[in-house]
């Protein structure tokens, strides 16, 4: 039997403005559309930020994700998996409410402080139409995305008290030994769902030997005690995606990572990004797993546990 391989889709995310792709979700109804629309293209998990429906600002009140989590939980079985991130700018405290309030299968969880730097991108974008835009970007360059030891632990005691499971976001190699911590401490159970995250400003790279290197560690990390699913940001999306497939793992995409679909080309909508990446999948001979799957390999506790 071929392998199955689980797609991720991060549909909006807190990294890009609202300026810089007129396609970007930002109303609850464009963020349930884009999920729901990534999961009818193939993605098995859908990771979901939530945005001012005025200015797009990122916005993490559980009264901002409630009005889609019940729309994409309705019109489609994808699991959903609720961001603890939430924006750099945001205190530990704001970015775990809708976790705790919604009770999602999956969380995503952030394996350490870092520097997470978005100030190049003002480089390539000039005109904004929000005055939050500039500034969001431009202090960036003195901005430290917190996620202390403490942070964590108080995210993964809280979280899962309700079964819910995480998504870990390591940008770098010393979080898979952050990860490994959690695990000795026993606040954190297998299977792991290891998220590399490669490009982004701050941590690790995006050659094809970082890839490979993030794997060799958490395999000797983990063992066959975790799934390894990755995300390349801006153009490295499609390229680390395919070598992590042809390698053994899971991919991520979706324009919380990209706002591209080819060079030069903005994405209209997060499925066209999920077409591109099953087809080099299935290009290699490999299945695309459904959401039945994901949850099967996950352990996850299903979508009737969930508290929206």
């Known amino acids: 039997m071929a392998r199955k391989v689980m797609i991720t889709c991060a549909v909006t995310g807190a990294i890009h403005t609202p300026s810089m792709s007129p396609h970007l979700p930002i109303t609850a109804a464009e963020i349930a559309?884009?999920?729901?629309?990534?999961?009818?293209?193939g993605a098995a998990l859908v990771h979901v930020h939530a945005r001012n429906p005025v200015d797009g600002r990122p916005d993490q009140s559980p009264e901002a994700f409630e009005p889609f989590l019940k729309v994409i939980k309705q019109?489609?079985?994808?699991?959903?998996?609720?961001t603890t991130g939430g924006a750099p700018t945001m205190t530990i405290e704001e970015r775990l409410r809708p976790c705790t309030h919604f009770k999602p299968e999956v969380a995503?969880?952030?394996?350490?402080?870092?520097?997470?730097?978005?100030?190049?991108?003002?480089a390539r974008h000039k005109d904004f139409k929000h005055a939050w835009e500039k500034p969001?970007?431009?202090?960036s360059e003195d901005r430290i995305f917190k996620n202390t030891f403490k942070d964590i632990a108080g995210i993964l005691t809280a979280c899962a008290e309700n079964g819910t499971r995480f998504e870990i976001?390591?940008?770098?190699?010393?979080?898979?030994?952050?990860?490994?911590?959690?695990?000795d401490r026993g606040l954190v159970k297998p299977p792991f769902f290891v998220q590399s995250v490669f490009g982004i400003l701050g941590g690790i790279g995006a050659h094809?030997?970082?890839?490979?290197?993030?794997?060799?560690?958490?395999?000797?990390?983990?063992?066959?005690?975790y799934q390894w699913s990755v995300l390349g940001a801006g153009r490295n999306q499609l390229p680390i995606a395919a070598q992590a497939a042809a390698m053994g793992g899971n991919v991520r995409v979706g324009l919380e990572d990209s706002l591209w679909v080819g060079p030069g080309k903005l994405a209209k909508t997060n499925a066209e990004?999920?077409?591109?990446?099953?087809?080099?999948?299935?290009?290699?001979?490999?299945?695309?797993?459904?959401?039945?799957?994901?949850?099967?390999t996950l352990a996850l506790k299903g979508a009737d546990r969930v508290n929206f």
């Not at 019109?75 to 609720?82: H, Q």
Request: proline share 3%.
């Open 33 to 41: 559309e884009a999920a729901i629309g990534a999961a009818e293209a």
């Open 75 to 82: 019109r489609c079985d994808a699991v959903i998996n609720i």
């Open 108 to 122: 995503s969880l952030n394996m350490g402080s870092m520097n997470f730097g978005l100030y190049p991108m003002l």
């Open 136 to 139: 969001y970007l431009a202090e």
């Open 169 to 183: 976001e390591c940008y770098d190699i010393g979080h898979l030994y952050t990860l490994a911590h959690f695990a």
């Open 208 to 225: 094809p030997e970082d890839v490979a290197h993030m794997k060799r560690t958490a395999d000797r990390l983990f063992g066959d005690a």
């Open 273 to 296: 990004q999920v077409a591109k990446v099953r087809q080099i999948i299935e290009g290699l001979g490999l299945e695309i797993a459904t959401p039945a799957d994901a949850r099967k």
